[in-house]
């Protein structure tokens, strides 16, 4: 049986069997407007913008850690003793309890921390609960690991908010985790210290793990500021997710990690921590150069006040982001972006003649605008719209104001 292709014909790949670069590539694909300058706010990489750039410090790092000669070699399975031990000093400085280097295992970005924690936890028959939306990524290394995805869903009413009675329901016996995505990707929400309470204890009566996707933590602009999911680690276990690529602003480095945030050992007691080691060890990973010898000079070299003007950028984006599109007639906006990098707006098909879907829309805004936005059915809410804001502002004004004239255009 065929399915509705990405362009709006028949073929037999649909956007969930396909990854957000993908979808984002055919996009690109679609271009027909040789006048214009091609404009993505669909990608999360911030370094396309000049306005973003990593600091000093940490090219200095990676270019004596490069010239020391000492990373030239294979890194121990778990990584370098150093720079696990300065992750988890790193953390530590937002929770009530201390890490260890132990704690720490050192991956190839956060892709793979979450190849790792999904491989581990698999067993025969297991599910894992994943917020919808979310990060398509889990729910495409569960399929290859045979792990049953069951969505719950996040509220645009509450601020995107976890539905936990959908949680309890979905839950069972051979559930083995839930994720929680803070501060929010795709959604640019920020869990209060309330709510992730909540969620510690629902996993606390559910007997599952969570598993604490922070790659945008500290990214925080709103009222709620940034409290780590290991604040809730003696409730239930906490795996914690995270890197280097948004805060610091080098994705392509593929720096991340995974942390047992559990200050009862309830992974070291089951001897959980040793999978990894077994894991990561089987994983090989491509590198011109490893960029764990840098990582302590990054972290403690870091000042304060490029992270403060990361956050003024974003503010004021945010802004402008949230403000364009709320005055479109055709969109809705539930929240302001009060986190991360990228936010979701809902778009009334009703309102707009010739246009079918989020899919559609996106395709002909791409055609005819030469602006690039990701589909909602890409992280899985039809007929919404995943709007990356981490751009410069005038490139960001200019894509909204084409975004502006193509809707109006298309209006019934």
């Known amino acids: 049986m065929k399915k509705q ?180 990707n795709p959604c640019g929400n920020v869990y209060t210290s309330q709510h992730l309470e909540k969620i510690a204890m629902t996993a606390k009566l559910l007997g599952i793990v969570v598993i604490a996707d922070e790659v945008y933590g500290h990214l925080a602009f709103g009222a709620n500021p940034f409290v780590p999911m290991g604040m809730f680690g003696s409730v239930a276990p906490v795996i914690t997710l995270g890197s280097l690529s948004k805060r610091w602003l080098v994705p392509g480095w593929r720096l991340g990690w995974l942390v047992t945030t559990t200050p009862n050992g309830t992974f070291k007691n089951a001897k959980v921590f040793q999978n990894y080691v077994y894991y990561l060890s089987l994983v090989l990973d491509v590198h011109g150069f490893d960029p764990q010898g840098a990582v302590p000079g990054i972290i403690e070299g870091t ?25 479109i007639n055709c969109f809705s906006c539930p929240s302001k972006p009060q986190g991360s990098m990228t936010f979701m707006v809902k778009l009334n098909i009703s309102l707009l003649k010739d246009i079918s879907d989020d899919l559609n829309f996106c395709f002909k805004l791409a055609k005819e605008e030469s602006v690039i936005i990701l589909p909602g059915v890409a992280v899985g809410l039809k007929n919404w719209l995943r709007i990356t804001f981490a751009a410069e502002p005038s490139a960001l004004e200019e894509a909204l104001e084409r975004v502006k004239s193509f809707s109006e255009r298309h209006a019934c």
């Open 5 to 184: 292709s990405l362009h709006g014909g028949d073929e037999t790949e649909s956007p969930q069997t396909i990854t957000i670069k993908g979808i984002l590539g055919l996009l690109m694909e679609s271009i027909d407007c040789d006048d214009k300058q091609v404009i993505s706010l669909g990608i999360g990489d911030p370094t396309v913008h000049s306005c973003f750039r990593t600091t000093v410090e940490a090219q200095e790092a990676a270019v004596d850690a490069l010239r020391s000669a000492k990373f030239n070699g294979y890194s121990p399975t778990a990584g370098l003793p150093q720079t696990r031990e300065a992750i988890a000093n790193y953390l530590s400085s937002d929770l009530p309890y201390e890490l260890s280097a132990d704690d720490v295992y050192v991956t190839a970005g956060c892709t793979q921390a979450i190849e790792v924690v999904l491989s581990v936890l698999a067993r025969p028959g297991c599910n894992i609960l994943l917020p919808r939306p979310g990060f398509p990524i889990y729910e495409l290394s569960a399929a290859f690991r045979n792990i049953e995805v069951r969505y719950f869903d996040l509220l645009p009413g509450d601020d995107w908010e976890v539905d936990l009675h959908a949680v309890e329901d979905l839950a069972d016996n051979n559930t083995t985790a839930m994720v929680i995505i803070n501060p929010g």
């Open 303 to 327: 000042r304060d006040v490029f992270f403060e003007k990361n956050i003024r950028l974003l503010t004021q984006t945010s802004d402008i982001c949230y403000k364009k599109m709320k005055a």
